[in-house]
């Protein structure tokens, strides 16, 4: 076998604290598997399995490009102009934009703006919310306060999921906005502040929350004009916890693409679990609600 070493060579080693970046493993096997493909030769490939008949010539840079691509929701990155009101006046992404990304409308004429990053990550459980965490830290100053908009599926430590976010706000339970996603497997607003009863008191200890209205939309909203008001911090908005909240999330948003049907996601949520809620489930036991 070969390693992406022996494929790629070693890199240069950094100072991480032992943290594994796995969207930069992930890009890193690819980039390893591509090259071997790309080096065997003409003789090697007709000879290969059937798998293999119809790969044609690649370029270093097109494996370059391929590889690093993103999907949506795994750390990506916006930048909005908000006015004071938490009213998004232009949008934009980087890296640059997919052919759904938001349009960028005209900005409001003297209307005072503010920039402001937003981060979407499909981050569900406490192992990936320390990976989210870390990763923000090592691509950002850590003096950049973070502001955390999250809900989570039924059946995750909802106790540690908020423990872990309060650990990159230093305790700052009024940088987390709690939601509910519109799904028959999340969470309810309600069992998460029983949960994280003893963590920061009744009531939710200055989270914020709206038990009237519990969905992405009004969170993300009332972030954003906090965050714009920040006159002294350039705060980052994250929306995380539960990949159930991204379709609503990216809609408010601004981005204008398909959604499941009520029926689909009805379906979804019939004890079956996506694949991407298995990143990071390690020896954690599920926990349903009977209420």
Do not use: W
Not at 32 to 45: G, N, Y
Not at 159 to 179: E, I, K, M, N, P
Not at 257 to 284: H, I, T
């Amino acid at each position: 076998y070969f390693t992406c070493d022996d494929v790629l060579g070693t890199r240069r080693e950094r100072d991480d604290g032992g943290f594994v970046d796995y969207d930069e493993q992930n890009g890193r096997l690819a980039r390893a598997a591509l090259t071997m493909v790309r080096r065997m030769s003409r003789d090697e490939r007709e000879n290969s399995p059937t798998m293999f008949d119809k790969i044609k010539d690649i370029s270093e840079e097109q494996i370059k490009e391929g590889t690093s691509q993103r999907p949506p929701c795994r750390f990506e990155i916006l930048t909005l102009n908000v006015d004071c009101d938490g009213t998004i006046l232009t949008s934009g992404t980087f890296p640059p934009p997919p052919q759904n990304a938001p349009p960028s409308p005209q900005p409001h004429e003297n209307k005072p703006s503010k920039q402001i990053t937003v981060i979407l990550d499909v981050a569900h459980n406490p192992q990936a919310m320390e990976h989210l965490i870390h990763k923000l830290r090592s691509t950002y100053p850590s003096s950049r306060p973070v502001r955390f908009i999250a809900g989570f599926s039924n059946d995750k430590d909802l106790r540690q999921c908020v423990d872990t976010l309060l650990s990159a706000t230093d305790g700052d339970a009024t940088r987390v906005h709690l939601v509910e996603a519109s799904h028959p497997r999340a969470a309810s607003l309600e069992r998460i502040l029983r949960e994280t009863k003893d963590l920061v008191g009744d009531g939710g200890g200055g989270m914020y929350y709206d038990k009237n209205d519990v969905g992405v939309t009004n969170q993300i909203k009332l972030g954003l004009r906090l965050a714009a008001a920040a006159a002294e911090s350039d705060e980052i908005v994250v929306v995380c916890g539960s990949v159930f909240l991204m379709a609503e999330a990216r809609e408010a948003l601004g981005f204008d693409e398909p959604r499941d049907s009520e029926y689909v996601a009805e379906m979804a949520g019939a004890n079956l679990k996506y694949g991407q809620e298995n990143f990071g489930e390690v020896g954690s036991a599920g926990v349903t609600d009977s209420s």
